[in-house]
């Protein structure tokens, strides 16, 4: 997973999408990779002022949000692991949410979400509860 600072995310979403041309070392033919990076954009973007986010990693091609705690052993990531825009529901989404201890190497938690905004809000109150 690429890692980028909230500056470096912001400043991405800014810049063109991609492009059908294939890129040399990359397969950027994945499954509606676009829609899903879109998605992924659009569903992030009402938290970015939040104090919690704007301490997390961000990993556009993966669709991914991760945050170390201070003391370097838990890792929370929320990952958008599907996106069908041609399912039932125009915004078909699952979003998986876990926290490891990178210490012993064990999951603590771990969860999957079919709305963006419940993802979000989760993860965010899992770092907070957890963080202080």
């Excluded at 890692?3 to 040399?24: C, I, W």
């Excluded at 998605?39 to 991914?64: M, R, W």
């Excluded at 949000?65 to 929320?78: D, Q, W, Y």
Aim: proline share 3%; glycine share 2%; hydrophobic share 30%.
């Amino acid at each position: 997973m690429s890692v980028t600072d909230l500056k470096e995310y912001k400043n991405k979403q800014k810049q063109p999408k991609y492009t059908s041309e294939p890129k040399k070392g990359q397969n950027m033919y994945k499954k509606n990779l676009v829609q899903k990076i879109e998605y992924f954009n659009q569903s992030v973007k009402p938290f970015l002022n939040n104090t919690y986010i704007e301490h997390c990693d961000f990993s556009i091609e993966g669709c991914a949000i991760k945050f170390l705690s201070k003391n370097n052993k838990t890792v929370f990531v929320l990952i958008l692991q599907d996106f069908s825009p041609d399912e039932y529901d125009s915004q078909y989404a699952t979003w998986e949410f876990y926290i490891q201890n990178i210490e012993k190497d064990e999951y603590l938690d771990s969860r999957f979400f079919s709305s963006s905004n419940m993802a979000m809000k989760y993860f965010i109150s899992k770092i907070k509860y957890l963080c202080e």
